[in-house]
Antibody, heavy 116, light 108 residues
Framework: EVQLLESGGGLLQPGGSLRLSCAAS????????MRWVRQAPGKGLEWVSG????????YYADSVKGRFTISRDNSKNTLYLQMNSLRAEDTAVYYC?????????WGQGTLVTVSS | EIVMTQSPATLSVSPGERATLSCRAS??????LAWYQQKPGQAPRLLIF???TRATGIAARFSGSGSGTEFTLTISSLQSEDFAVYYC??????????FGGGTKVEIK
């Protein structure tokens, strides 16, 4: 069974930085592309970023390009999202999900709140 | 960027009735479309991929159809656990992957 557990969310001020983690189990992590999807409070789903299984290729939404960096450590079965220069509009629940294009495995999400 | 538009925004349906949800793409996405269900406080759950293929463990009352720019998710006989928000998502032309704004299915 696919299990994904996000961590690292919190409250921080605009301009701050945060790193989210997603611990994976129940599947061969290194063979699986992964992605981050976020959901602002009361809003819909927004794709944020994706990464191939090897980590060689990464993809970003324009809204986060240049500020966020996706990475992975296949030896630790962990996916990361480094978020810099955070803005109020980045406030959301951040989900990690298995596979690039569509996802049958999702974590429970971690809340990031950016507010002064 | 492909824009996905879902309608209606809210659908009021009685238990046991049929629900029909629509999703339109701003340009063709072929059959590269997925549907998700999301309940309050929970992560999305994949229902349909490839426009019409049910994901593992999804009840047969859920069916997807369409190709190109027009898609439909049908729930043949609504059960109490089906009241939720439903999202479509295209994966034909990306990045970015794009979602529709969602349709909330509520109890009539």
């Amino acid at each position: 069974e696919v299990q994904l557990l996000e961590s690292g969310g919190g409250l921080l001020q605009p301009g701050g930085s945060l790193r989210l983690s997603c611990a994976a189990s129940g599947f061969t992590f290194s063979n699986s592309a992964m992605r981050w999807v976020r959901q602002a409070p009361g809003k819909g789903l927004e794709w944020v970023s994706g990464i191939t299984g090897s980590g060689d290729s990464t993809y970003y939404a324009d809204s986060v390009k240049g500020r966020f960096t996706i990475s992975r450590d296949n030896s630790k079965n962990t996916l990361y999202l480094q978020m810099n220069s955070l803005r109020a509009e980045d406030t959301a629940v951040y989900y990690c999900a298995k596979d690039l294009r569509y996802s049958s495995g999702w974590g429970q999400g971690t809340l990031v709140t950016v507010s002064s | 960027e492909i824009v996905m538009t879902q309608s209606p925004a809210t659908l009021s349906v009685s238990p046991g009735e049929r629900a029909t949800l629509s999703c339109r793409a701003s340009q063709s996405v072929n059959s590269n479309l997925a549907w998700y269900q999301q309940k309050p406080g929970q992560a999305p759950r994949l229902l349909i991929f490839g426009a019409s293929t049910r994901a593992t463990g999804i009840a047969a009352r859920f069916s997807g159809s369409g190709s190109g720019t027009e898609f439909t998710l049908t729930i043949s006989s609504l059960q109490s656990e089906d009241f939720a928000v439903y999202y479509c998502q295209q994966y034909n032309n990306w990045p970015p992957l794009t979602f529709g704004g969602g349709t909330k299915v509520e109890i009539k």
